[in-house]
């Protein structure tokens, strides 16, 4: 009785202190040798913490994305992204134009109110998975701060829920040079859900 007691004190303790109730996930293997399934089986470790930090955002778009259009059968392997893994959504408004994976949108961009939603998590050196920030891009109407940008605004929520500042031309010197796709990069081939 007595050492029962004390082992539920203990975690009681190690609960409290920790202030978490997830455990950590590591992965089997280095980053660069990850199998795709083994990938599968990170992201179900961390998934739930991971969306737990960003629904403390309030920004809507963080409870909202998890509902939207899923573009990728499983994470994408590490792409530009800082070598991490990704899962992209779109919302209703874009969500049938995004997945043709058009490379045809110079003069066919994106509707309006488009909303693309990547949450991303990653593996470190000593294997342990790591949470990553969740990425937004939104199509605004011409005639604003965005006609430099491709008339998309680009924003960034911390791990935490928390809004991180980010340079628009940081994100689109990059996005930009998809001039072929409305400025969007696309999941990797392997994983993409298409309609086609
Ligand atoms: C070094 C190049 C680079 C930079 C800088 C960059 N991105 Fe990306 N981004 C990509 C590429 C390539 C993809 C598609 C493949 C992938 O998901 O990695 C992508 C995909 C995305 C997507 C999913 C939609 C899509 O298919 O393009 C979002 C949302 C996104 N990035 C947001 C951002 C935001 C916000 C920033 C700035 C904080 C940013 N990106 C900076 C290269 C970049």
Known sequence: MRKLFSKAAITAAVFFV???????????????????EQVIEIFECIKDE??????????????????WGRTASAPAAPGPHGGRFLNTTVNEIGYAEYIKYSDEREDNPMPVGTVIAKEVFGVNKKNKVTKGQLFFMEKVAAGGEAD?????????????????KISQKFCHDCHGAFSDQDAMGYPDEDVRLSSN
């Open 18 to 36: 920790s202030g978490s109730a997830y455990a950590a996930c590591t992965s089997p293997v280095a980053k660069d040798d990850l199998s795709e």
């Open 50 to 67: 991971l969306r737990a930090g960003y629904a403390n955002s309030d920004n809507p778009w963080a409870k909202d994305y998890l509902k």
């Open 148 to 164: 430099k940008y491709g008339n998309w605004v680009y924003s960034v929520i911390k791990s935490s829920g928390k809004p991180q």
